[in-house]
């Protein structure tokens, strides 16, 4: 990962999504990139420190890399005293400070007309027609991909992505429209490191028969939950998920049990040892991690075990009506060994 210094700030250019509200820079490598903030005020007026979300955003690149998955490439920017001086006026209220932040590349022809569209409506509380954002998604280069930026969000607890329309961005990459998936600094069940953060990293520790079906279930909760879903009595509660999910699972092809969409991407994560997940920590500055060698500790050994479940998650989403294309009956994967879970 690149380290290099915020040479300019370009106003008024920011995007519209996202609570950290990243703003645009020059760097000084001549690209632009997308700089994040880790203090975010929340509309009650509070002001939080996510001091977990850039740890969130390096080790899910890394992770998104591994996988094949089409995502910015990121740096380490940071803002040296002059560069602050010259611009209190725009940093000052946003509470950015004479040190190292996250950097995420602009992405280059980035469609955003249909995301500024769907925020007028939003703000009018007025429904977004589903079809239009099945056709935003239809035409992409990269639909292969989508199963695996689904596998890597149950693998991280990324529940964000269901419904937040600024986590997947099309864009012209080799001249061909793509999807880039963005922005991860709420997986892991949210951006902060704490006690709650310890308590979700353990949730998947130890689990017997009973209470892995629990946790199952809990899990899908949670993303439907996301994707402003309200209720748990629903048989097919995933006719209510987010506009998002609905419009990309259309590239999730489970119509054949044998040979489906997750047979690739949940093998290649069933292949990672606890060592090679540590790997995807590597380069993550010291004052992005907030607990040290425990938090690494926590977040690898939750990684692992959510690894060996993602089997699971995935054939009861699609039980409870997740993709369009199931039929029925148990998915088959292939035959890989799995090591018992700590």
């Not at 693998?155 to 991860?184: K, P, Q, Y």
């Not at 892995?212 to 939950?225: A, G, L, M, P, W």
């Not at 629903?234 to 044998?258: C, M, R, W, Y």
């Amino acid at each position: 990962m690149k380290e290099l210094y915020v040479d300019t700030f370009i106003k008024d250019q920011s995007p519209m999504l996202g609570q950290s509200k990243p703003l645009l820079v020059q760097a000084s490598d001549g690209n632009e990139y997308f700089i994040k903030n880790n203090m975010v005020r929340l509309s009650d007026g509070r002001w939080i420190d996510e001091n977990a979300a850039f740890f969130h955003e390096v080790v899910s690149h890394n992770v998104a890399k591994y996988l094949g998955i089409t995502t910015p490439e990121i740096a380490i920017l940071e803002i040296e005293t002059d560069v602050m001086t010259a611009n209190s006026d725009l940093l000052f209220g946003r509470r950015f400070k004479n040190k190292k932040y996250f950097g995420s590349k602009k992405i280059y022809q980035a469609e955003q007309n249909l995301m500024e569209n769907f925020l007028d409506l939003q703000r009018l509380g007025k429904p977004y027609i589903t079809r239009t954002w099945n056709t935003f998604f239809k035409n992409i280069s990269n639909k292969n991909e989508i199963a695996s930026i689904i596998a890597m969000d149950l693998l991280l607890g990324n529940f964000d992505r269901f419904n937040n329309i600024g986590n997947l961005v099309i864009g012209s990459l080799n001249n061909e429209r793509t999807i880039f998936a963005l922005d991860h600094g709420h997986c892991f069940k949210g951006p902060s490191y704490n006690a709650h953060k310890e308590h979700f990293l353990r949730s998947n520790y130890n689990l017997t028969a009973e209470s892995k079906k629990n946790y199952i279930d809990s899990h899908i909760r949670n993303i439907v939950t996301v994707a402003q879903y309200n209720g748990t009595n629903h048989v097919n509660p995933f006719n209510l998920a987010g506009e998002v999910f609905k419009a990309i699972e259309q590239h999730v092809d489970l119509s054949d049990n044998t040979d489906h969409s997750f047979i690739e991407p949940v093998y290649k994560i069933e292949r990672l040892n606890q060592q090679s997940i540590l790997n995807f920590f590597s380069g993550v500055p010291s004052e992005w991690i907030a607990g040290g060698q425990t938090q690494i500790k926590s977040y690898s050994n939750f990684m692992y075990r959510q690894s060996r479940l993602l089997r699971d998650i995935i054939q009861r989403m699609a039980t409870l009506g997740a993709f369009s294309n199931y039929r029925g009956g148990l998915l088959n994967w292939k035959k890989e060994e799995l090591i018992g879970i700590q």
